[in-house]
């Protein structure tokens, strides 16, 4: 069975998360969240609350405790980009750009 949780307009540029979900993508959901609660930035928030739910997900609806889930897909996809201006050289308007993504994940059972 396959859990999922999905986490939209997240106030960090996709760029900047793929790294980390890159690393916890296909390991065993216990030790991402290990993983994430040690990681020393704020960029890690994000991924640890979805997992956090992913896993609350599949504690209610099956009983399965997170050391028999693993990540079976993690996707950091791009959500819409806010864009203002601000000024610039030699009275230019330079645009700035502010990136959203959207998070998702899948969690399955690991067959014992």
Sequence with gaps: ???SAKAKFV???PYKLRPLADVIRGKNAQDALYWLETYQTRRS?????MLV???ANAKDRENVPAN???IKDLRVDEGPIVRYYKPGAMGRANIQRKRQCHLS???E???N
Excluded: H, T
């Design 45 to 49: 928030v994000p991924l640890k609350k």
């Design 105 to 107: 994940v899948i969690l």
């Design 11 to 13: 106030r960090y540029s």
């Design 1 to 3: 069975m396959q859990f």
């Design 109 to 111: 059972r690991i067959n």
């Design 68 to 70: 028999e889930l693993m």
């Design 53 to 55: 739910s992913a896993v």
